[in-house]
């Protein structure tokens, strides 16, 4: 990898239990000692990046990012922090992949996994010289996660040069990786991590071993290879249920949804929009759903339906593509609600909301960009109720591609549809740790409208009442607030000062409720504000206004 063109995945890890940590520690500090980073000059300038060691007499395997063709001064740096010479053995470029050898033995080693047996689903380690750490600290730094995909990918981008099958992982990924080891929790390598990507995805890969067993052989000769099971992260009969019920989906549209005006946006996540533009940009290809019925019902992401869509398409259980139409849809809560027109389907129902406890592991669950095979991407819940109460948050990697797909515990429960994934809210980034979804209760008080045909909430229609407590958002008891000029309280008559105990004949005696009891209406609806003025109780008639962007 050259300096100049890392590319900075940013994925988040998976959280284990305490015999699956220890055991894991265990494993990275083995792994640790076979990793090692690697400079070296080539065409372009300098290179740096990750290589694992896959014999004791000094083999080690890596990337061609790493050492292109007639690379020289390479420079292996080894965990007990030597840095020793080595020689360019082969180079395959259309493998993405480079053998060198070092001129000392016996070495640490690691052996390859040559079968065909990689599980969607199983816990991965990533080794990486991530910014040249190796040459700072010794050793190569290791990231954990799952095996989030197994695809095909036609196009490269960056450095990258290896088109066809891929590894894809949830593990973290940040520039120098390229090159170094994905491995199973057995402890044998199954990928050699790579430059490219989906754009639907935005998570990093990884090149199978066994389609380099060929290429290894022939410049090396036999190298050991690997014995013993892996572990998976989410356990393989709620996988292949899981299976039967995310649909994939494929949407035709003449014009797309622009991006929400307002809003936060870090000047850090703008510096990323402006590098990694297509990251801000809707790209082609199918996205997720689930199904809730026999009958083909469908619930998915707003988004993956929003703009003037002219087909919409679903993948029933058996692998037949049917018409769907859109039943209804509400942006604000990030649903929509479609109906296929004939096909076999399996149906979940959503869990109770007891389901939802700050450190579950979750699992993000999709059918893309491969609509035949199941994604998953885990991390755990981060906090139970977000915006209004309408969704959890969680740090599992959520991207264009599993939008709209479901999102279970490790016992399989449904615990909501993967949200707020997408170029209209330029608040969060892909895959960046902050993820939504919408929560379990949330959805069965939608399905009614939506099943009858009525849309839901659309940002437009917010309410906004134009108050804020003086005693901020954790206040309770009187709740005495100020008003913003121009606002539907203002023009009705709420001053600043006037302590608001009702909402509707509702009592309202926090902060919390009182947001509650307004998000209940749509702009445009009257309602009755009851508040305190001076000791006297007043009845004050309020239209409520739309919320302006970017509040």
Known sequence: MR????????????????????????????????????????????????????RADGVILTSSTVLPPGATDIRVTLSDGRMLPATLLAVDTAKECALAQLDDSPLPCLPLRFGEDERVGQIVLSLGNAYGVAGGEGRVSVGAGVLSGRYVLGETRSEATYKGLVLETDAPLNPGSDGGALLDSSGAVIGVLSLNYS??????????????????????????????????????????????????LEVERTEDVAMR????????????RRRQPEAFTRPKGCVSGVCIDRDGTILTSWYNVAGAVTRLRARDAEGAWFDCVLLASGEVDDMALLRAEGGVWEAAEPADRGALEPGGAVFALGRSPDPAALTVTGGIVSASFRNNARFFQHDVAANFGNSGGALVDRAGRFLGITAYVGHVWPEWSLNSGIGFGVRPE??????????????LLAWSELPYLGVRSRGGDQA????????????????????????????????????????????????????????????????????????????
């Open 3 to 54: 300096p100049m063109l890392c590319l900075l995945l940013l994925v988040t890890g998976l959280g284990t239990s305490a015999r699956a940590e220890e055991d894991l520690a265990l494993l990275a500090r083995r792994a640790q000692r076979a990793s090692v980073g690697i400079v070296c000059r080539g065409p372009q300038g300098g290179y740096f990046g990750t290589g694992t060691i896959i």
């Open 442 to 455: 949330r959805i069965a008080e939608a399905l009614p409208a939506l099943r009858e045909g009525r849309n």
């Open 476 to 551: 309770v008891g009187t709740i005495t607030v100020d008003v913003q000029p121009g606002s539907a309280a203002a023009e009705a008559g709420v001053a600043s000062g006037d302590a608001i105990v009702g909402i509707a004949g509702t009592p309202v005696n926090s902060w919390g409720e009182l947001v509650a009891e307004i998000n209940r209406y749509r702009a445009g609806d009257k309602i009755a504000v009851i508040v305190l003025r001076n000791g006297e109780r007043k009845l004050i008639p309020v239209t409520l206004a739309s919320r302006p962007e970017g509040i």
């Open 261 to 272: 005006k307002g809003g936060f946006l870090p000047q850090g996540l703008d510096l990323l």
């Open 199 to 248: 754009p639907l995805r935005f998570l990093g890969t990884a090149v199978p071993v066994r389609l380099l067993r060929d290429f290894i052989e022939s410049a090396a000769g036999a190298v050991p290879a690997a014995a013993g099971a892996a572990r998976d992260a989410l356990p393989r009969e709620v996988f292949e249920t899981w299976a039967r019920r995310v649909t994939a």
